[in-house]
């Protein structure tokens, strides 16, 4: 099963960025979809966005509609690593983030707690 380590979160004011990083124990490019979720104080951990192989390109990128415009995902093969831009942070972005391969049996890891607040 793969297992994925989360980190870059953090404290940040409305308005600020954060990079989340997740870093996979084996390749990520054998590795067909990982996705970023969150799960905020309350509520039901949602997708957020993914990064799926594909025959049009090394990757596409799928951005949910709550955070579209505002995050972009990316990955970096070579350090089998996956990222999460986030931009113009809202306070409803607080909770704890993690990434899952949904298709792999991954387990899922401890996340990284973002907080936004003023």
């Known amino acids: 099963q793969v297992q994925f380590v989360e980190s870059g979160g953090g404290l940040v004011q409305p308005g600020g960025s954060l990079r989340l990083s997740c870093t996979a124990s084996?390749?990520?490019?054998?590795?067909?979809?990982i996705g970023w979720y969150r799960q905020g104080p309350g509520k039901q951990r949602e997708l957020v966005a993914s990064?799926?192989?594909?025959?049009?390109?090394?990757?596409?990128?799928n951005i949910q509609d709550s955070v579209k415009g505002r995050f972009t995902a990316s990955a970096d093969d070579a350090k089998n690593t996956v990222y999460l831009q986030m931009n113009s942070l809202k306070p409803e972005d607080t909770g704890v983030y993690y990434c899952?391969?949904?298709?792999?049996?991954?387990?899922w890891g401890q996340g990284t707690q973002v907080t936004v607040s003023s």
């Open positions: 990064v799926t192989r594909g025959r049009n390109g090394p990757y596409e990128t």
């Open positions: 084996e390749s990520i490019a054998s590795i067909f979809s």
């Open positions: 899952h391969a949904p298709y792999h049996g991954g387990l």
